[in-house]
């Protein structure tokens, strides 16, 4: 099984590399789960806001979720735009921005 950083670049020499605040890599498949498990749970949030569900808290527990592994990953620049985006939700008024904007995340993951 191969491993990869949240790029998707694949790892020839672990040893090199600090990967996570813990000192180690994770699988593939790890990752891949925690991806597709992520997408789904940005994804609730259009269905939420059309049929009046909380929302906000669904976007809170992503957002924790994001941050989290934020500093997992030691920071990666390319948390700062999802987490831009997601932060952002809040302040959307139009529903087809906020569908938009969501779309955006679920393609920055």
């Known amino acids: 099984m191969g491993y990869i950083n949240l790029l998707g670049i694949g790892l020839e020499d672990m040893a090199q590399q600090i990967l996570t605040k813990y000192e180690f890599c994770f699988p593939q ?30 976007l809170d527990t992503v957002i924790i979720q994001i941050t989290g592994l934020n500093k997992i990953f030691l920071y990666s620049p390319l948390f700062l735009e999802l987490l831009s985006k997601l932060e952002g939700l809040n302040e959307i008024r139009s529903f087809e921005l906020y569908r938009k904007t969501v779309f955006e995340c679920i393609n920055l993951i």
């Open 29 to 58: 498949e790890s990752i891949e789960k925690n991806v597709i498990r992520l997408t789904n749970q940005i994804w609730k949030l259009i269905p939420m806001r059309e049929n009046n569900e909380d929302w906000e808290k669904q």
